[in-house]
């Protein structure tokens, strides 16, 4: 079983910065990709960045590529989300999620823990 809590959702002008981290528990955090996602309303979940274990692998969406940074810590089972130059359609609620997989799935349905989001609003 992993918990996993996300922070650092915020409100932040077009342009600006945010870094989202997701504590995870448990003690084979190093064991789970790592993947985080967006919805914004009316809209479907989707893929945003994903890591892998030992953060060999990593992958973006085409929309956040060059702007976004995703790293993990597995000392300290966190993973964060840099994201920088914030778009008005990056305004959405950010997810984290774990799958005990060895590569990085996009889909969401191949991740089994998720967090309970936080809201990120970019203003112009």
Do not use: H
Request: charged share 15%; proline share 2%.
């Amino acid at each position: 079983q992993v918990q996993l809590v996300e922070s650092g959702g915020e409100l932040v002008q077009a342009g600006g910065s945010l870094r989202l981290s997701c504590a995870a528990s448990g003690r084979t955090f190093s064991n789970y990709a790592m993947g985080w996602f967006r919805q914004a309303p009316g809209k479907e979940r989707e893929f945003v960045s994903g890591i892998s274990g030992s953060s060999i692998t990593i992958y973006y969406v085409d929309s956040v590529q060059g702007r976004f940074t995703i790293s993990r810590d597995n000392a300290k089972n966190t993973v964060s989300l840099q994201m920088n130059s914030l778009k008005l359609e990056d305004t959405a609620v950010y997810y984290c999620a774990a799958a005990r997989t060895s590569y990085v799935p996009s889909a969401d349905g191949a991740y089994t823990y998720w967090g309970q989001g936080t809201q990120v609003t970019v203003s112009s």
